[in-house]
C-alpha cells in the first residue's frame, strides 16, 4: 500500500490572546489517502477551521508535523484548494474570469478546461453573469470550480454549504459527489451537519472541543449514491450520535468535577 | 387534490406583445417623463423670468431678461472671445485637475498600501486639507504670480485632496477575506495588487474623481477672477467692471454646463467601469 496523501502527525496548535491561551488542538493524528473523500464532524468551536486552516497553511501549527505528498506544507499554495463558508468570489469578475481567476481565458486550454468547469458545476449560461447576479449555491460552485481548475491535490472545504438551505445543500451535496467521481479530487469537508457527514464521507473523523481533538473515527461502507432514507443510511447516523453523547458526558462529567 | 385548479393563473393584460419590447419601450417612456417632469420648473422660473422683464417689473441691470443674456453669449461667441476664453479655461482646469488628482491618485495608493508611508505621510496632509482653499489664493499669487502657474497650482490643489483621501479608503477598504482567497490561489505581491486592491479600489477612485472635478471647477473660478488676463472667470470680472451684467450670466451659465457635463462624462464612465455593482 502507498504512503497516504496527507500525513498530520501529533498536531498541536494554541491560541494566545492577552488575557489566556486556548488550546485549539490537541495531539491530532491523520492519514488520508489519495481519492479519500473524509468528512470531519464537532461541536462548534474544537478547532475544525484550525486544523482545515493549518493543512491549507493559511495557518501554522505549533508543534507536530503536517506533509503532504510527503513535503511538509510551507505555505498556502494552489496544490490546496480551500473553500471557505462564503463563497469569496471577486465582484468585479464575470463567473468565468472568477473561474480562471489570473490565468488567462484566451489561453485555449484554460478556456476549454474552464468552460468544462462549468458544465460540471452544472452553471451552463452563467459564465458572463456577475457574483451579485448569483444565487448562494450558483456562488459556491464557481468557488468550487475556481478551485478544482487548478488540479489540487487536495480540497478542503469548510463547512461549505452551512449558510445555504436545506434543498440547495442537498443539490450541492450531489454535485459535490459528481465531481468527486468524475476527477477523483481527495477532498476534507468539515460540517456541523450529521446527514451531510454521513452522506459525503467514506469516513467520518469526529472531534470533540476543549482541546480540539479527534475523539473517533467511522468507515462508511456504504455505496454512493446514499439514500438518506435507508436503514443502513441511519445507523451510521446513529453511530455518530452515539460518539457525541460520549463527547456530551465527558464535558458534562469534567465541569460537574469542577463545581 | 384537482390537478387543474393547482395550475398557476397568469394575468393576461399584457400577454399578447412580446415581453422585452413592451419592457422597452416602458422604460423609454418613462425616462421621457422623468426628463420632462425634471424640466418643468426650470421653463417655468425662465418664462416667468422673461415675462417679468419684458413687463418692465424688474431691473434690466440686475436681472437682464434670457433673451438679452442670449444675445449676449450670440455675440460672445461670434466675436470669438467665448472659444478663447472658454479654451484658456478648460486647459487650466485639465492641467491643474491633472497635476492635482494624478497626485492624490499616487500617494493614496503608496499611504494605502504601506503602513509606514501611512505614518510619514497621512497625518500631515490631513492638516493641509484643513487650510481653507480659498484663503491661500492670495498667497498663490504671490508665489507663483498672476500668469497660468498660481491659476493650475490652486486647481491642483483643490483636486489632490478628495482623490487621495476616497484612493485611501478604497485600498483599505479591500475585502480582507479576499486577501485569503488571494493566498490561496498562490498570488505573488505584485497579483495580488494589480488583480485584487486595485480593482476593489476603483469606486473610491471614481468617488474621488467626481469629487475633486467639482472642486477643480471653483478654484478655476476663483483663480480667473482673484488676477488673471484671460479665461472665462476674466471674462466675468471684466463684464462686471463695465456693469455688463448678461455677460455675467452668461459666464455663470457656462460654468454649471461645464461642471454637469463633466459629472455626466465621470458618472457614465462610473456606470461602465463599475457594472459589476448594479445598479
Ligand atoms: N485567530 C484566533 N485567535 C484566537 N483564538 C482563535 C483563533 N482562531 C480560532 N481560535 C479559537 O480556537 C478554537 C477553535 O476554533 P475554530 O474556528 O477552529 O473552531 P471550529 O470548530 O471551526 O468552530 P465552528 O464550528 O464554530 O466554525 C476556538 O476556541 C476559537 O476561539
Ligand atoms: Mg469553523
Known amino acids: 500500500m502507498s504512503a497516504a496523501l496527507l500525513e498530520i502527525e501529533n498536531l498541536n496548535k494554541s491560541f494566545r490572546t492577552d488575557s489566556k491561551s486556548v488550546q485549539a488542538l490537541r495531539g491530532i493524528e491523520l492519514d488520508v489517502r489519495e481519492g479519500e473523500f473524509v468528512t470531519v464532524i464537532g461541536p462548534s468551536g474544537c478547532g475544525k477551521s484550525t486544523l482545515l486552516r493549518i493543512i491549507a497553511g493559511l495557518e501554522r501549527g505549533e508543534t507536530g508535523t503536517v506533509k503532504l505528498s510527503g513535503e511538509p506544507i510551507r505555505g498556502p499554495g494552489i496544490d490546496k ?35 468544462e468547469l462549468i458544465r460540471l458545476v452544472k452553471l451552463e449560461g452563467f459564465a458572463k453573469a456577475y457574483p451579485r447576479e448569483l444565487s448562494g449555491g450558483m456562488a459556491q460552485r464557481v468557488a468550487i470550480a475556481r478551485a478544482l481548475l487548478r488540479k489540487p491535490k487536495i480540497l478542503l472545504l469548510d463547512e461549505p454549504f ?20 468524475h476527477n477523483g479530487t481527495t477532498m476534507i469537508l468539515v460540517t456541523h451537519d450529521i446527514d451531510e457527514a454521513v452522506f459525503l464521507g467514506s469516513r467520518i473523523m469526529i472531534l470533540k472541543p ?43 462529567g469534567e465541569s460537574g468535577a469542577g463545581i | 387534490m384537482s390537478s387543474h385548479s393547482s395550475a398557476p393563473r397568469r394575468t393576461s393584460k399584457w400577454a399578447h406583445s412580446p415581453p422585452e419590447h413592451r419592457n422597452r419601450r416602458a422604460v423609454l417612456l418613462r425616462r421621457a417623463g422623468d426628463a420632462l417632469l425634471g424640466l418643468l420648473l426650470p421653463v417655468a422660473v425662465l418664462v416667468l423670468w422673461q415675462w417679468f422683464g419684458d413687463a418692465g417689473r424688474i431691473s434690466p441691470l440686475l ?22 476664453s472658454l479654451g484658456v479655461s478648460l486647459a487650466r482646469t485639465a492641467a491643474g485637475f491633472g497635476l492635482g488628482a494624478g497626485l492624490g491618485l ?27 482653499h480659498i484663503s491661500v489664493t492670495f498667497l498663490f499669487v504671490l508665489w507663483f504670480g498672476i500668469g497660468e502657474t498660481s491659476k493650475i497650482m490652486l486647481i491642483a490643489k483643490g483636486s489632490f485632496f478628495p482623490l487621495y483621501i476616497y484612493t485611501f479608503l478604497g485600498v483599505r477598504n479591500t475585502d480582507n477575506k479576499l486577501f485569503e482567497v488571494v493566498r490561496v490561489l498562490g498570488y505573488s505581491r505584485f497579483k495580488t495588487l494589480v488583480r485584487l486592491v486595485l480593482p476593489a479600489t476603483v469606486p473610491g477612485v471614481m468617488l474621488g474623481i467626481r469629487l475633486s472635478l467639482a472642486i477643480a471647477w471653483v478654484s478655476l473660478v476663483v483663480s480667473e477672477m482673484m488676477g488673471s488676463t484671460s479665461g472665462l472667470g476674466y471674462l466675468m470680472m471684466d463684464a462686471r467692471a463695465m456693469s455688463d451684467t448678461p455677460i455675467v ?11 454637469k457635463l463633466t459629472d455626466m462624462l465621470v458618472v457614465y464612465m462610473e456606470r461602465r467601469l463599475l457594472a459589476w455593482r448594479g445598479s
Open chain 1, 162 to 181: 452551512g449558510a445555504l438551505d436545506a434543498f440547495t445543500r442537498a443539490h450541492m451535496q450531489e454535485v459535490l459527489l459528481d465531481i468527486w467521481k
Open chain 1, 81 to 115: 484548494g480551500f473553500i471557505f463558508q462564503e463563497p469569496r468570489l471577486f465582484p468585479w469578475l464575470t463567473v468565468e474570469k472568477n473561474i480562471a481567476a489570473d490565468l488567462s481565458l484566451r489561453k485555449p486550454e484554460v478556456r476549454s478546461k474552464v468552460d
Open chain 2, 63 to 84: 436681472f437682464p431678461t434670457p433673451s438679452v443674456i442670449w444675445a449676449s453669449f450670440l455675440w460672445l461667441l461670434e466675436t470669438g472671445m467665448l472659444g478663447e
Open chain 1, 210 to 252: 476543549r482541546p480540539g481533538e479527534i475523539r473517533g473515527q467511522i468507515a462508511v461502507e456504504l455505496s454512493y449514491p446514499r439514500k438518506k432514507a435507508s436503514t443502513a443510511f441511519q445507523e451510521y447516523r446513529y453511530r455518530v450520535l452515539r460518539e457525541f453523547e460520549r463527547i456530551d458526558e465527558l464535558a458534562w
Open chain 2, 249 to 259: 450670466f452668461v459666464g455663470i451659465a457656462l460654468f454649471t454646463l461645464l461642471g
Open chain 2, 106 to 132: 499616487v500617494v493614496g495608493l503608496a499611504v494605502g498600501l504601506s503602513r509606514v508611508i501611512e505614518r510619514l505621510l497621512d497625518s500631515s496632509v490631513q492638516m493641509l486639507r484643513m487650510i481653507p
